[in-house]
């Protein structure tokens, strides 16, 4: 597949079952709750996730779809289940957390989130970052897997009435993966997920990754 055209691969057996089954267990025992549906910064709090989201591994992997060094940006962990359960409609991932809020040409839409400065950047920020979705359980339409809609990324940003006409006229992909498999995708392709409808766990690992160096004083914050 052609991840510069379509937007999106998915890389099989990128971790292996062992190493989501350790991860799994790091979670669980330093968040002290399998069902907490959402942390962020999950890898200041697990130091297993640390350790891969910094690894030769992820970091090599990362860079090879941007242009530069990569460095994680953004660190979430989510778990889908009947009882933390939601549904995701279609949008894009087009914001970054920064250390600061100055005027900037490009930025905008600032917000403050759990106290940190939030923007919306240039696109040229967002052309040149990576996701990487690894999942440590499999995932399927049952469960509430990732949608997306392949090439959307060349779009640039898009509007609400922008975004409601190509979710009617685009083809759409699940992406239904095993345990260890990663989705990798730029993150202003539209994307979107639906509420898992059987027990049992949906874990991801959310990992974002740049090379951009951001101007005039303001650094990635995570």
Not at 37 to 57: F, L
Not at 71 to 83: D, P
Not at 91 to 116: F, P, S
Not at 206 to 211: A, K, N, P, Q, V
Request: hydrophobic share 35%; net charge positive; aromatic share 10%.
């Amino acid at each position: 597949m052609n991840f510069r055209k379509q937007g999106f691969v998915i890389k099989t057996n990128f971790l292996s079952p062992e190493q989501c089954k350790y991860l799994i267990s790091e979670i669980t025992e330093s968040i002290n709750s399998v069902n907490n549906y959402g942390v962020r910064n999950i890898d200041r709090k697990v130091t297993a996730i640390d350790s891969m989201a910094s690894s030769k591994y992820l970091l090599n992997s990362a860079s090879s779809y941007l242009d530069g060094n990569a460095f994680l940006v953004r660190a979430i962990y989510f778990n889908k289940t009947l009882n933390t359960n939601w549904s995701i409609t279609w949008h894009q991932d087009k914001t970054i957390a920064v250390n600061k809020q100055i005027n900037l040409i490009g930025y905008k839409a600032w917000t403050v989130k759990e106290e940190i400065n939030c923007v919306q950047p240039p696109l040229a920020v967002l052309e040149n970052m990576v996701t990487f979705r690894i999942h440590l359980d499999a995932s399927n339409q049952e469960n509430g897997c990732l949608k997306v809609i392949p090439t959307t990324h060349r779009f640039g940003i898009l509007s609400q009435p922008e975004i409601n006409r190509i979710k009617n006229i685009y083809p759409i992909k699940y992406c239904e993966v095993d345990v260890g498999d990663a989705v990798v995708m730029r993150p202003h392709i539209l994307h979107s997920s639906e509420k898992s409808l059987i027990p049992g766990n949906r874990r991801v690992l959310h990992l974002e990754y740049s090379s951009f160096n951001l101007p005039h004083g303001l650094t990635w914050v995570r």
